[in-house]
Every structure is written in structure tokens, then in C-alpha cells.
């Protein structure tokens, strides 16, 4: 059973840090690009980061120069490190992860997402 899980969410004031991870899980042969979004209540899911398997990033305009998209494929983890927290960073965070799984010789790629970590920036 393949599964992606998000963590390290929590409740934090506007000008703090958050580290998320989400960790993937189960017989994984590969793992590609993956990507973090979020959404606020009565707002369309938004990509906020994304990396390649090469390691490539790139970042939604809103916050650029605040959080970073890294990944640690030994422990096949992507992290989101968020700074300068706001107000309107306040939103469930999901990860997506392109894997790749085998069938016999077959490599089958699937896009898995997790079940969500909230993230609440408030004084």
C-alpha cells in the first residue's frame, strides 16, 4: 500500500516558521516530481512549491523568498520549510507526489496525494 503523509502543521503567529514533511510510504520504486498545495476555505487549491526529481524548484509568486521546497530521497521525504509566516498562508496543505511503482517489470507512475496537514498563521 502506497501512502503519502503530511506533517508538521500546527497553529503559529503571523512572522513564524513551519516545517512541513510529507513522507512517502510503502513499495515505491521511484519517486518524481513532487508538489505542495494548499487551500484556504472558500479558495481553489493553489500550488505553492514544487521540485523535480532533478531537484529543480519552482514557487507561486505569493511566496517566493519565504519558503523553500527541498527533498531528501534517502528517506523518501519532501520538506516545505515556511518562513515569515502570514495570515494568508492559512490553509490545509496537501502534497502530491508523482511515484513509481512496479508491476512484475512494469513500472506504472501514479499520482498519489496525502491527506493534508492545517496550517494556521494567527495572533
Known amino acids: 500500500q502506497v501512502r503519502l503523509v503530511e506533517s508538521g502543521g500546527g497553529l503559529v503567529q503571523p512572522g513564524g516558521s513551519l516545517r512541513l514533511s510529507c513522507a512517502a510510504s510503502g513499495s515505491i520504486f521511484s519517486i518524481h516530481a513532487v508538489g505542495w498545495y494548499r487551500q484556504a476555505p472558500g479558495k481553489q487549491r493553489e500550488l505553492v512549491a514544487a521540485?523535480?526529481?532533478?531537484?529543480?524548484?519552482n514557487y507561486a509568486d505569493s511566496v517566493k523568498g519565504r519558503f523553500t521546497i527541498s527533498r531528501d530521497n534517502a528517506k523518501n521525504t519532501v520538506y516545505l520549510q515556511m518562513n515569515s509566516l502570514k495570515p494568508e498562508d492559512t490553509a490545509v496543505y496537501h502534497c502530491n507526489a508523482r511515484l513509481g511503482t512496479l508491476l512484475g517489470p512494469q513500472l506504472l507512475l501514479d499520482d498519489y496525494w496525502g491527506q493534508g496537514t492545517q496550517v494556521t498563521v494567527s495572533s
Open positions: 521540485i523535480t526529481s532533478g531537484g529543480n524548484t
